[in-house]
């Protein structure tokens, strides 16, 4: 039956996305906010290790990605993802406001790069930015 | 720590909030903290790693959290639960934002959160430790630095 429900939103061209991040109020404020995007929501994740198994099992085409995580950092997790779907989509969400780590981070393939704490209309723009849609 | 560090941590913290909820924090004196407890309902602390070594943590009231969960999920009703992780993310990014200032090699810790009135939160003994009291709206709150 999920399974049904997601081909279905497939072939209604939704985006399929993964979110990721160690704090589930952040995963649900981005999750609320990507609704008027025609995002379809395959997983959430609180650490590196489920989402990497969650990024392989599901195919997602965006993916929003914390740094600082328990098992496994983002940092690590891009670069598996990379080597996976080189093509997929990532914005990086994260606390972390070093020059080194947002250089490290789109030199690993990341497509956007945004600052917590961020409001709505920074995290709509950014992706809206990143999807091409403005 | 010197006085530029704590107006790293006071910058960053006053930025959280302003961004989060339109509205200034206002950080009061920072002051050593001494032998009471500075502890309040729910305490997020990170471990700091690095080419600065030491821990920072912020302790507020349920209150206060819930009315930032509700600023940032549109939900008046936030669980336990939320308020909780609340506390933990609202340490991570306070403290991951002065990266801006220190750079990479200041490495942060994912958040542990302690609730209830603890007796107090252990710090290392060697090292000062400053308290930076912190009021927005009517709810107060208190970041704890303590860094070599």
């Known amino acids: ?134 | 720590m010197n006085e530029t560090d704590l107006h790293f941590f006071i910058d960053s913290t006053v930025n959280y909030f302003e961004e989060i909820t339109g509205e200034q924090a206002i950080t009061g004196i920072p002051y050593l903290k001494g032998r009471e407890p500075v502890v309040l309902d729910y305490s997020g602390i990170i471990g700091i790693s690095g080419k600065r070594k030491g821990c920072i943590y912020i302790t507020t009231t349920k209150e206060m959290l819930k009315n930032i969960a509700a600023i940032i999920l549109d939900d008046n009703e936030a669980t336990v639960e939320t308020v909780k992780d609340l506390t933990g993310e609202i340490a991570n990014t306070i403290s991951g934002n002065v990266r801006e200032a220190y750079g990479s090699s200041f490495m942060i810790s994912v958040p542990v959160v302690i609730e209830g009135r603890a007796k107090d939160i252990r710090l290392p003994e060697e090292v000062q430790a400053f308290v930076i009291p912190i009021t927005w709206k009517e709810f107060k709150s208190y970041l704890v630095v303590c860094l070599e």
Request: no cysteine; aromatic share 4%.
């Open chain 1, 1 to 134: 039956m999920q399974d049904e429900i997601k081909s279905e939103a497939n072939m209604q061209g939704k985006v399929k996305i993964l979110i990721v991040d160690d704090s589930m109020t952040i995963r649900q404020a981005i999750e609320k906010n990507l609704k008027e995007f025609q995002v379809e929501v395959v997983g959430t994740a609180g650490d590196g290790k489920t989402a990497l198994e969650l990024f392989k099992n599901e195919d997602p085409d965006v993916v929003t990605l914390d740094i600082t995580m328990p098992e496994l950092d983002g940092i690590t997790v891009l670069e598996e993802m990379m080597k996976i779907k080189r093509d997929v989509k990532v914005m990086v969400i994260t606390a972390l406001k070093d020059k080194a780590t947002g250089l490290r981070a789109i030199q690993l393939g990341a497509k956007s790069y945004l600052v917590k704490p961020f409001t709505s209309e920074k995290l709509k723009t950014a992706f809206s930015r990143m999807m091409g849609l403005n």
